[in-house]
């Protein structure tokens, strides 16, 4: 089993939709959580740390649920600028974990 | 923005050369990490280094090897270079802040090997 897996996607929204995701991890000691963000043919940014008590950033929430070991996104009023690939990213030991990503392509 | 860089950007070579990937990063960080990447696929780790002196294979085996003689900068270097090696390799580096630590990448290399 994957330590971090997520739904690949694609989810494909119309512009000013809200669009919601989740990321599963296998290890339960896991300390830290964030979101990446990565576009086509260049390298993943961080977009946001995921904080027990969820947290907001612009558009952009991320909430995290130990005790069913899972992160979210949610994307509200959804831009074309939102279309890319988003990482779900989990440190377990001092371990960075990577999922394979979830596209997200916003259409006009 | 994250102060870590890569050279080459862009590098297309023959079969058999052997070839060195840049990374360098001005954040005074410890641990830097290699990843390997396909179009369109998930991120591999295949080196990484918890500072100077210290390197160490990651999750998917590699053909290349590493070294981390300065906290600065971590070359990866393929002695010789095959078609398979063709990917895009991304450097990154991870620091504390506010509690947690992050990671940072540089905007990668794409490999062509033909």
């Known amino acids: 089993r994957k330590e971090v897996e997520q739904d690949p996607g694609p989810f494909n929204v119309p512009e000013g939709a809200t669009v919601a995701f989740n990321c599963t991890y296998s290890?339960?000691?896991?300390?830290?959580f964030f979101w990446y963000r990565q576009d086509c043919r260049k390298e993943p940014k961080l977009l946001m740390s995921v904080y027990s008590s969820g947290n907001e950033d612009g558009r952009f929430t991320a909430q995290l649920n130990r005790a069913s070991q899972y992160i979210s996104l949610l994307i509200r009023d959804s831009k074309l600028s939102d279309s890319a690939t988003y990482l779900c990213?989990?440190?377990?030991?001092?371990?960075?974990?990577f999922g394979a990503g979830t596209t997200v392509t916003v259409r006009a | 923005e994250a102060d870590i860089y890569q050279t080459p950007r862009y590098l297309v070579i023959g079969t058999g050369k052997k070839i060195t990937l840049e990374c360098s990063q001005t954040?005074?960080?410890?641990?830097m990490y290699w990843y390997q990447q396909d179009p369109g696929m998930e991120l591999h780790l295949i080196h990484y280094s918890y500072g100077v002196n210290s390197t160490e294979k990651g999750d998917l085996s590699s053909e290349s090897t590493v070294s981390r003689i300065r906290t600065e900068h971590f070359p990866l270097t393929l002695e010789s270079a095959r078609p398979s090696h063709t990917s895009q390799y991304l450097c990154?580096?991870?620091?504390w802040g506010q509690g947690i630590e992050t990671q940072y990448f540089g905007p990668g290399t794409r490999l062509l090997v033909l």
């Open positions: 990154a580096s991870s620091g």
């Open positions: 290890n339960s000691a896991s300390q830290s």
């Open positions: 990213v989990v440190t377990s030991d001092y371990k960075l974990s």
């Open positions: 954040m005074g960080h410890d641990k």
